[in-house]
């Protein structure tokens, strides 16, 4: 484990600015610091809107702060093009950790950087991580590729469900599972939460009998769970702290096996590659792009006098021009 | 319009599962029948699970009938890995409808094909719309990037919100609401309908505010109706079959503007090329990675050694050699 980098929390808040924001200093700091990054646990808690997510990472927090850990908490919205400022409900429900000198807690929004919201959450944690906070607790809202791509960014991955979230059989979703490390049914003292556990032990055995169907872009496999697919199920009523100890020590325990297992963290950095590439990738190819070209096919294409595909093809030729 | 191409139900399914399959002679049958899909109103219908998406397609399907119209709905579920035979609880919902020949259902999953069951979607579409089908019900499931993808394939996009869906604030989004062009609050006869509504204003208004400011993956403006921002806002409960005529005449009437107006389809087929392309050069990268150099640089990253944003910009230049 490297040691700890000082940064003073205002120093934490410009960096953390700057790197959203995209400026150079600031992402060469943050590529700097990368080398100290290496002793924190990275987290990320997603699951649909209405699970308890803010009050589970609260929770979380304060068991974490009792076990005298640090824990710098990001709340990532990839939906919202509202940034630095929290979320007046999760502002409320934080506000009693905040007064923790112990304790960072930021937001993080779309601020218009193209799809640009996964990596810089990992710049923005390597940087949490070489300022030394043990725990980086990643809340992602709820359950797109955006927040896939943002838990790939984690370390550990927390997804959470909760009794009664909709009638719908496919609230619950092999997708979600699929990049789970740990699964959690919070308002475990709610109606229907066994029916919510056995949902999902139904849903993880489907995904072992069917696992590697589903593609993400550019998909590398990553928390390499499959061969040992024990994974912690575990219930908890995060308002009343219950579940809440046997959670903590499951992440903990999840977070030391990778720490020693150089070939999960080999694959974690590959799927952080490959996430990076995928970006620049597309916004190279959106520099290249033939514009007038793309007019003229969509015109014939609205007309029904072309198909969008050899449109594609053909707008793929001018990106790459070696492509069959 | 064009002239409906005489097809079976069983040349229609087989066709189907020959295009989500990938199987290349059914490609060329969909692009031949491409050029004769220009007469119906391809409506995507998303929201989240539990707000009753399903029976108010169902109410939708019951309203067209009585409307004397054809209807095809196809069920898209980008995470689930299962296909062909659609989930439980639709079928028991979808029951009474499959008896009429006027309807015309089936579902599509993500059948191992990489990112492409928006095109598929948009294919299948073209389809029956040739087939004649006067309204193709697009049913995703879930907000994710996916559903926004195969949204965009649709003519139409009606989000569907329902009262007491969590308590985040989060729950209503602004990015989802930029795909829309009529907002539905489903269940309006249970309480928090009009705090829903209420919320959905301001979130419009606030999308007005702060609009372009989300990006998508290689995004083109499409449904332009930043200029007239007077979105529908309908309130019905579908199981009651309330609000049903309204929103079915609210689909109507975007859907003529739709195709009255060449500018707009213009950015329809222009977002459906972009889309594709953003797909073929996803697969060409990753056809032309250097998976040893990945591996390298994976294990730099992983040892803290190397910086994934360096080991990216250098693939991407492998990819694309005369890059910066």
């Given amino acids: 484990m490297s040691e700890p980098v000082a940064l003073s929390r205002r120093e934490l808040a410009r960096l953390i600015t700057g790197i959203e ?4 200093a600031a992402l060469q700091r943050a590529k700097a610091l990368h080398a100290s990054a290496g002793g924190a646990s990275i987290v990320g808690i997603t699951g649909a809107p209405g699970t308890g997510k803010s009050t589970l990472v609260a929770a979380l927090t304060k068991e974490a702060r009792i076990r005298n850990r640090t824990v710098a908490i990001l709340s990532i919205d990839p939906s919202s093009p509202f940034s630095g400022g929290a979320i007046l409900g999760d502002r409320i429900r934080m506000r009693e950790l905040s ?3 112990g304790v960072f807690i930021r937001s993080m929004a779309n601020r218009g950087a193209k799809g640009g919201l996964a990596h810089a959450a990992a710049d923005v944690s390597a940087v949490l991580a070489a300022a030394g906070y043990h725990y980086i607790f990643l809340e992602t809202v709820g359950a797109g590729q955006a927040e896939v791509d943002v838990a790939r960014v984690a370390d550990t991955v927390v997804v959470v469900e909760a009794p009664g979230m909709g009638d719908d059989v496919q609230a619950i979703k092999a997708g979600i599972l699929e990049i789970a490390d740990i699964l959690v049914v919070n308002k475990a003292d709610r109606d229907g939460a066994d029916a919510t556990v056995a949902a999902l032990k139904a849903a993880l055995e489907l995904g072992e009998a069917t696992s590697g169907h589903h593609g993400l872009s550019l998909p590398t496999a990553i928390h ?3 061969s040992s697919r024990r994974m912690p199920l575990i219930k908890t009523v995060a308002t009343k702290g219950q579940g809440i100890a046997e959670l903590l020590n499951a992440i903990e325990q999840h977070s030391t096996q990778m720490l ?8 974690r950095a590959e799927a952080e590659i490959m996430l990076r590439l995928g970006q620049l990738l597309m916004a ?4 290249r792009l033939d514009r007038d070209a793309l007019l003229r096919w969509a015109t014939a294409c609205a007309a029904h006098e072309a198909h969008p595909d050899d449109a594609a093809r ?5 990106i790459l021009p070696d492509t069959l």
């Fill in 284 to 287: 190279e190819g959106e520099r």
């Fill in 224 to 226: 390499a769970n499959d």
């Fill in 21 to 24: 924001n995209g400026d150079a």
């Fill in 99 to 101: 007064g923790d000198a």
């Fill in 260 to 267: 020693q297992n150089a070939e999960l963290r080999r694959q």
């Fill in 314 to 318: 053909d707008l793929l030729r001018s």
